[in-house]
């Protein structure tokens, strides 16, 4: 009996080690939330590590530190036993409408959470205090459920909080606001984003609430219950961007220093009581879109100062109590798109003007007491007089005169040169004209800057930028398909999305989670005429759908232990407790121990360790750790070379690694050299090394971590970076500067070879950095020019004659940097549409007129043209660089200066250094976002891992 007892004890001793050397307690806690859910992935085995591929579960050392389970069907409970995975960083459980039950307090014990996500599950009851002890909590969405109660005053204590999402729940109670030692949602001077649409919040909006330290750029407090005044703190609130205020009940004057809030691009003031004269907003320069209707303000005309806002886009005024006539120049604002005026007392004759808008679509002046129309024998738009004496004289057959039939624009993304085949059922055919079984759901956007629902192309820049969003994120997309854009009651324009499945005609678990976590935490960035946006998504057949009912634990050891014995477990867990320690010093002793150098393999001739200035070598080890073992979530871009991670140092310093592929990999000796060059270049202009790794077979470099992504994102709107004719101007000059010190100041000289837009990233303070040496090539020999084998490059950018020389020269990245400066002012690509933007600038201009008469190719969002104080110069030193021969163009040390010359001109300092400052903010413009999951950073585009040497 005792022999039996023994080889028991054995027996559970030796599993029961076994488990916590390689497990924890984690896994414990992981199932227990598992039973409580109907619908988990298949291969959530109870008798496998969920560590080791489990659907949207990552662990980093053993440990759970990302759950993200997004429409994945689940039904049931979030039990307490989520409070005790305490590493965890990332929990997104959005659009399992089956998860039901309230949010446990046990949430607040995830010390470490970065992103707590819940779009659209069913969860209800109140929200839980201890949400405020989630300390670094950066990203918080809890829309769309049914949470009660108010909001916990406590949540102002996440003082790194960046997104606060409530919107669409029940809450009700008033705005807490910090007073003595109660905290308040006033103290969150990091966050961005406010949104609390669509409760049932109440009381005054507290003038505490707002202070000059706030960074806000969204507020979004729309259809609340929301009384009293609009407190004037609101103006002094400068980063603001987009103010809906509208469906409260607000009553009272419009502060007037909401004039001072100059970066609104968004605003709705509608369907409140607002009393008083019409708020003044010629501060507004670059408003698109202004809701002010159905409020009781003082009668009075038409503001004359409405046609000095010449960024509007739409003007709402419907029931505001205005009179008089309507003037004409309104109308000759230059994007205007869509005018409400309605029931108001507007009289006398209405001219739109002959040079009115040509993107004006409607005009609607029903109900008021306009007599007679000037071109009511010419006129195309859609215009609405029905209710006026106009349409009420005998016998009026006009067209304004009958209520537009449908308004409702019926666009779907049309087939991409295909013809749409008739899909089984379940299908649905693709752009591509596949059939096979999309992943459906709606965009809500709450607050466009335009209204115009009918452009395609808008529709079109969405997919695009789509597109590229989840190809960066490596999702299996085929294509994407928008259809059915409608305005809403809330005033959110809603999108239907459908995203097809590339290879299977079906997404697996960690497609659809993949998809649903890059819409429910916004690493997904719409163009920013889109502004915010929140996605629902629908539930997705599987293919191996067969639901899993929580099954009991298989855990035999501790079952068995249980039986034999509480005091035996105590020892047992004593025991593994010790070996597990023993076994994380080992593995920190030899992290130590093991030198980088002598991870050089002196084997492959590589010749010893590099001469390096300032760069460090890590091993595979450490970049696995700070990139959460290369997780997708932190990978940033891809190319042939291999791909991008982004991560972060135990300093806290964000760095970008370029992690080349199996293949791709060069020499030792190659890789070396490389990085002595590299490690050579230092200046603020220039993308810095930190360092690499050369160990275990692979070849990273490890770069600082940019993180305003590439010029090329701002110009395409994909950053939602706004650049103005200044920022562009720095940008230029620092860029120049760049290569200038490439050119002129790195031993030995440097050519780049690849200079484009999307080699020039910006960083929190907009300072150009050039990127990508990936070409790079040293030069040197004394004639510094080189003949080379292969010429390399990108189309559109490349030097003619270099191409057909093969002679390399400065001169070929001069070539490409004047076909930068062409795209800085176009904002189009080198060749678009077969037109190749150097001819297009040269054909177009006109040296006599004004602007050069360029008005027709320059980028619509650089500015007013009376704005673009040098303009014409930066086109002539762009043009000296496209010149056909090398001789014929400027240095880059001439264009330095010429750019500086430009900037006086434009009354710049060209000394102050960034680019940001010009637009009196920091941060990077609209619908910037959190920086925790921003994807389209840092886009390194090379194709190449690292400079390859021709050889001598
Ligand atoms: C703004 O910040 C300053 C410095 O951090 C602080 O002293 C001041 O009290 C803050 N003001 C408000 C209104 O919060
Ligand atoms: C507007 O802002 C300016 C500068 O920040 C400030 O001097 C002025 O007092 C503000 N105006 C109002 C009405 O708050
Ligand atoms: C509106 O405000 C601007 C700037 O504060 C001021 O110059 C202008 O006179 C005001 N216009 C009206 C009509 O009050
Ligand atoms: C103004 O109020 C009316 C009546 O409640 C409503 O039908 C209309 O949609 C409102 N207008 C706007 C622009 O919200
Ligand atoms: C239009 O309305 C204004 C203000 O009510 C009034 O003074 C004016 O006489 C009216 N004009 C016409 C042509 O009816």
Known sequence: MGATIAQLLLIIFIRF?????????????????????ENTPPNWDDNSDPCSGWDGIRCTNGRVTSITLASMGLTGTLTGDIGQLSELQILDLSYNKGLTGPLVPAIGNLKKLTNLILVNCGFSGPLPDTLGNLENLIYMSLNSNGFTGSIPPSIGNIENLYWLDLADNRLSGSIPVSSGTTPGLDMLIHAKHFHFGRNMLRGNIPARLFSSNMTLIHLLFENNQLTGSIPPTLGLVQSLEVIRLDRNQLTGDVPSNINNLT???EMFLSNNQLTGVVPNLTGLNVLNYLDLSNNTFDESSVPSWFSTLQALTTLKMSNTNLDGVLPTALFSIPQLQNVDLSGNRLNGTLNIGSAHSNQLQQVDLRNNQIGDFTQRSQYNIELILVGNPICMESGVTDKFCSLPTNTSSSYATPPNNCMPTACSSGQVSSPNCRCSFPYTGSLFFRAPSFSDLGNSSVYESLRNSMIRSFGISQLPVDSVSLSNPTKNLDDYLVINLQVFPSGDDRFNRTGILGLGFSLSNQTFKPPSAFGTYFFIGENYEFLQGASRTGKKSSNTGIVVGAAVGGCVLVVLLVVAGMYAFRQKGRAERATHESSPFA?????????GVPQLKGAKAFSFEELSKCTNNFSEINNIGTGGYGMVYRGSLPNGQLIAIKRAKQGSTQGGLEFKTEIELLSRVHHKNLVSLVGFCFDQGE???????????????????????????TRRLRIALGAAKGLQYLHDLADPPIIHRDVKTNNILLDERLVAKVADFGLSKSLGDANRTHVTTQVKGTMGY??????MTQQLTEKSDVYSFGVVLLELITARNPIEKGKYIVREVRQSMNRNKELYDLHEV????????????????????ALRCVEETGSQRPTMADVVKEIEGIME???????????????GYDEGSRGSEHPYTNDSLFAYSGDHFATKLDPK
């Open 17 to 37: 080690s076994l488990a916590a050397a390689q497990t924890n307690n984690d896994f414990t806690y992981l199932r227990a939330l598992k039973d409580a859910w």
């Open 263 to 265: 970066g609104v691009f």
């Open 599 to 607: 991870l050089w393999d002196p084997t492959t001739g590589s010749g």
């Open 699 to 725: 070849q990273m470099l490890v770069y600082e971590y940019i993180v305003n992504g590439t010029v090329k994102d701002s110009l395409s709107g994909r950053s939602g970076i706004r650049l103005d004719w």
């Open 798 to 803: 490349m030097d003619p004659e270099y191409y």
């Open 858 to 877: 320059l980028d619509p969002t650089i500015g007013l043209s009376s704005q673009l104080k040098g303009l014409e110069r930066f086109v002539d030193v």
């Open 905 to 919: 001109i434009a009354g710049l300092n060209p000394n102050a250094e960034s680019a940001a400052n010009s637009a």
